[in-house]
Each structure stands twice: as C-alpha cells, then as structure tokens.
C-alpha cells in the first residue's frame, strides 16, 4: 500500500536532547513538509522540501533541523534550542507538478518530560 | 503565518442536521482543499476546488469558492455521528504549492 508512515507515535524528550522524528513516504512525491500544531493554532509550517537535496525554512524553523538526502525520507530534528517542543508534529507529501492534495501521516507527539 | 480562517472555530449539531463550515483567505490562490482531522490522527483530504470553479459535489459534501470574496464554505449534509472531528481549508498561497491552514473548525455532532 502506498502512504505516508511517521514514527514514533508518542516520544518523550528529556530537556537538552535532541530528538529525531522519522518520516518515510513511497508515494514517489516529489515535495515534503513538516507541520508543528498547538491546541487552537492551527497547523505551522516548519520546513519543507520541493526536491532531493534542498529544503527551505517554514514560519517556525528555529530550534529544528531536517535533511532530504533521499526521496522516500524526510527526518526532522527537535534540537535543544526548540524550548518549548511539546507539540504533535505532522509530516506531509504531496506530488511536485500539478494541482494536487496533500498527503500526512499520523502524527508524531512529542513531550518533554 | 495563517493564509485561512475557518469560522466559526466549534460547531456543535444533532445528527441529521446539515454543518456548514466557512474559510477566508488572504491572497490569490490556484486551489483550495478541505481536509479532516479526527483527534490525535493526521489529516485526511476531503475536496480540492480549483480557483476557477465555483462549487463542487463529493458524496454528502458541498464545497463552494467564492475568489472575488476570497471565500469558501464546506457543507456536510444529513450529518452523522462519525462527522465528528476538526475540519481544516488549505491553500497554496500566490501559488507557492506549499499548503498553508488555517485553525481549523471543530464540529461535535451529537447522536
């Protein structure tokens, strides 16, 4: 079956780790996002990535880090800079050419404990 | 930053009743989509509207597109039960294909 897998589903962090949330798609899309949402915020964009290999800045990348060494994969780092990371996080894909939906996995969340 | 407001932010009906939920955007669009989220799960797309059609039909769901007043609203009718969850617009912002939400309208729809 084609989708979008996120794991884990529920990770805690302790303060001052970094923590690596995986995001995999075989969907052959060419464009990845990660989303940050907040009770009653809405979905924010973190980063993304149109193709292999580059990646840009979303509305709040401080304290978080990606790669897109591969097609299929997209990680994202919560990094000990993010002080307040608790939050459920939201990888998405979507085909590059074209007017098409979008796709998201489950969600990872994530608590500091 | 928000491109969509959905309004009104909670909803609350019986079952059969119709839900009509509104989105506002900001800047010119080539698309919009509505997708749903039931708690704790990932969003999942409902309908996509292109910027030059007016209304479209999926099974008991309405989507209108209004461009001129930067507008759209999803209509669920005869809701049931499992209707409920939050439901979110998306646009692609000066068609940028970088999907950008709104906050999403929560609807409870009471069996």
């Known amino acids: 079956d084609g989708g979008i897998t996120q794991s884990p589903k529920y990770l805690f962090r302790k303060e001052g780790q970094n923590v690596t949330l995986s995001c995999e798609q075989n969907l052959n899309h060419d464009a990845m996002y990660w989303y940050r949402q907040d009770p009653g915020q809405g979905l924010r964009l973190i980063y993304y990535?149109?193709?292999?290999?580059?990646?840009q800045k979303g509305d709040i990348a401080e304290g978080y880090s990606v790669s897109r060494e591969k097609k299929e994969s997209f990680p994202l780092t919560v990094t000990s800079a993010q002080k307040n990371p608790t939050a459920f996080y939201l990888c998405?894909?979507?085909?590059?050419?074209?007017?098409?939906?979008?796709?998201f996995g489950q969600g990872t969340r994530l608590t500091v404990v | 930053s928000q491109q969509g407001e959905e309004d009104p932010q909670a909803l609350s009906i019986q079952e059969g009743e119709n839900a009509t939920m509104n989105c506002s955007y900001k800047t010119s669009i080539n698309n919009l989509q509505w997708y749903r989220q039931n708690s704790g799960r990932g969003l999942v797309h409902l309908i996509l509207i292109r910027s030059n059609e007016r209304e479209k039909h999926s099974g008991r769901l309405r989507v209108t597109l209004d461009t001129s007043k930067k507008s759209s609203s999803l209509l669920i009718t005869a809701s049931r039960a499992a209707d409920t969850a939050s439901y979110f617009c998306a646009t692609d912002p000066g068609g940028s294909y970088i999907p950008t939400f709104g906050r999403g309208t929560s609807l409870i729809v009471h069996p």
């Open positions: 990535s149109q193709i292999v290999n580059d990646f």
């Open positions: 998405a894909s979507r085909s590059g050419t074209g007017v098409t939906e979008a796709f």
